[in-house]
């Protein structure tokens, strides 16, 4: 016999005011990354429930990056990370590419706004170490480049160094997301060689390299939303051979 939908429902609400209940514990009471939860008698006593409600509740939290469970130890607040999030948004990336790529296009455009609207900002903080790290990292590039090879690590690399004179550990650690993201999506492409070609893309992290170091906002802006023309093109023509094998 099937579980009625009001059933299903009333069952949702309750985990959900049940997850609602622990993340407001874990408020209350000061709880910071790393430190131990109450254990599970003492919360199954605290919040009124059944085992399998509260375990069903921190698989939820977990999913979530909230709770950190330990074998042998119990349960702690988890530190800082945003995985929930990267893994929700490769997902729908993904998903999308195999339809209209609309998704897809709109994580690219988060991306873009997100750089070309802090580059300003990060040209401002920018100091002499940064645009040394910088500028071993195109080095890399190039060095790749020339032998026709990708660099992944670096390109991430760059960016991330791109915007730490910010000093903002949660738009670092959301940036990267998006360059995970919009790697995946990348790599879900049948890519054209003509597009991505390694020696132009080492080209434009050097001309993006040199505006921040003449600090040249508008140049840098610039530069920057070039630099996500070549994705768009690719989802463009993915876009084109779908309709034409759907017609």
């Known amino acids: 016999m099937s579980t009625s939908p009001v059933r299903r429902s009333d069952a ?15 408020l209350e009471r000061g709880l910071l990354p790393g430190d131990p939860l109450p254990t599970e008698q003492e919360l199954m006593a ?4 059944g085992r399998n409600s509260l375990r069903e509740a921190v698989k939820v939290l977990q999913a979530l990056g ?11 607040v988890a530190d800082e990370n945003l995985n929930a999030l990267h893994d929700s948004l490769a997902f729908r990336g993904q998903m999308s590419l195999r339809h209209h790529g609309h998704e897809a296009s709109e994580l690219v455009d988060v991306r873009q ?6 580059i300003g900002l990060a040209i401002r903080s920018v100091t002499d170490e940064h645009l040394a790290a910088l500028e071993k990292v195109v080095g890399e590039m190039e060095d790749h480049a020339s032998r026709d090879e990708t660099f992944v690590e670096q390109d991430k690399a760059f960016h991330r160094i791109l915007f730490e004179p910010l000093g903002n ?7 990267g997301v998006f360059w995970d993201v919009y790697r995946t999506i990348y790599d879900a492409i049948d890519t054209d060689l003509v597009i991505t070609q390694p020696v132009k893309t080492a080209q434009d992290h050097r001309d993006i390299l040199n505006a921040v170091r003449d600090r040249d906002i508008e140049k ?6 070039e630099h996500f023309h070549g ?7 993915r876009q084109v051979e779908q309709d034409g094998r759907a017609n």
């Open 12 to 26: 949702r609400a309750r985990l959900r005011t049940l997850t609602n209940d622990i993340t407001a514990l874990i």
């Open 220 to 225: 840098a802006r610039e530069l920057i939303s």
């Open 113 to 118: 706004a997100l750089e070309t609207g802090l």
């Open 66 to 76: 909230i709770i950190d469970t330990r074998h042998g130890f119990g349960m702690f």
């Open 231 to 237: 994705i768009r093109a690719l989802l463009a023509n």
């Open 46 to 49: 605290e919040l009124g429930v």
């Open 169 to 175: 550990q949660l738009l670092t650690n959301l940036l």
